[in-house]
Nanobody, 124 residues
Framework: QVQLVESGGGLVQAGSSLRLSCSAS????????MGWFRQAPGKEREFVAA????????YYADSVRGRFTISRDNTKNTVYLQMANLKPEDTAVYYC?????????????????WGQGTQVTVSS
């Protein structure tokens, strides 16, 4: 069982940057692919970014590519989402999640473990 805890959310102005963190409870964290998803009010949860357990592969949604960067530090059991040039449409609850395989990395229902989420609000 992997427990995930997100942090770093907040209220920022458009154009600002923010870094989210997701800490994992388990030492085998380094064997999991990690993903970030987000869910805005009234909308379905959507894929944001993912990173392979080695950090060698990353994948981004078109809406955030070039603005967001996913990274991980396996020595700290932590994955990060660096968000730059934030827009009001980035406002959502952000979740981190873990899965074993890289296949279907953008599909939420393929992930085994989820955090509780952290709110990001971007004002215009």
């Amino acid at each position: 069982q992997v427990q995930l805890v997100e942090s770093g959310g907040g209220l920022v102005q458009a154009g600002s940057s923010l870094r989210l963190s997701c800490s994992a409870s388990e030492r085998t964290f380094s064997s999991y692919a990690m993903g970030w998803f987000r869910q805005a009010p009234g909308k379905e949860r959507e894929f944001v970014a993912a990173i392979w357990w080695t950090g060698s592969n990353t994948y981004y949604a078109d809406s955030v590519r070039g603005r967001f960067t996913i990274s991980r530090d396996n020595t700290k059991n932590t994955v990060y989402l660096q968000m730059a040039n934030l827009k009001p449409e980035d406002t959502a609850v952000y979740y981190c999640a873990a899965k074993r395989a890289w296949a279907a990395i953008s599909r939420a229902n393929e992930y085994h473990y989820w955090g509780q989420g952290t709110q990001v609000t971007v004002s215009s």
